[in-house]
């Protein structure tokens, strides 16, 4: 095999530090329910440890579904992960919501739900301004770090238009593919390779 491609699907990690703001994104042969092929974007990481949200696995429930007060409301949920699946958290684009925190880039997470439900019956949050989660993905301390090590994830960074309004199912492909170099050869890897 040509030496320069010998090592192409041993995997590397492209960076050690991670923070709020960016995304994890599984590497291709990462398995379990979660974070198999996941973008995990991310809204706090510190010395206590870390919280997430996985972005491309929508369940087959809508906001009217989980929320009396959404009744009518067919916003997409996403499993955001294995931590409190019963709640339901949401990242958007407004900065008017009360009490919204400020993550990165125009991203907020949270706000008054009060608040929130009236915007949204007035139709002044639109479905490709905010992303619904059941749950979401936690860390100890230093456990995100040493996955980091492990190569579980790639770390990379995600501009707002495409975190909220990029297909789920493309989203993983995408994440990989613009990481450049042998991360464009895993993005299109089959999540099956006998199907290959």
């Known amino acids: 095999m040509d030496e320069q491609f010998q090592d192409l699907f041993k995997i590397k990690p492209n960076r ?28 706090e990481h510190d010395e206590k440890g870390s919280i997430g949200f996985v972005l491309n696995k929508p369940i087959s429930y809508t906001t009217s579904d ?7 409301m067919d916003f997409p949920v996403y499993l955001g992960g294995p931590v409190e699946q019963n709640q339901l958290y949401y990242l958007h684009t407004h900065s008017e919501l009360s009490d919204a925190l400020h993550i990165d880039d125009g991203i907020y997470w949270g706000g008054d739900f009060v608040h929130l439900t009236r915007l949204i019956r007035e139709g002044k ?26 190569n579980s994830w790639m770390v990379g960074n ?20 613009d990481l450049g170099g042998r991360y464009k050869i895993w993005a299109n890897f089959p999540e099956d390779p006998i199907m290959n």
């Not at 238009?161 to 593919?177: A, D, I, N």
């Open 66 to 72: 989980l929320v009396t007060e959404l009744k009518g």
């Open 16 to 43: 050690k530090n991670v923070a709020v703001g960016d995304i994890l994104i599984a590497e291709p042969f990462l398995e379990g329910r979660y974070f198999s092929r996941a973008v995990v974007y991310i809204v």
């Open 125 to 150: 949050v639109l479905p490709e301004e905010i992303r619904f989660f059941a749950g979401y993905s936690g860390w100890e301390a230093g456990q995100l770090q040493k996955e980091l090590e492990e």
């Open 158 to 177: 995600m501009e707002r238009t495409r975190l909220l309004q990029l297909p789920w199912s493309e989203l993983w492909e995408k994440s990989m593919s």
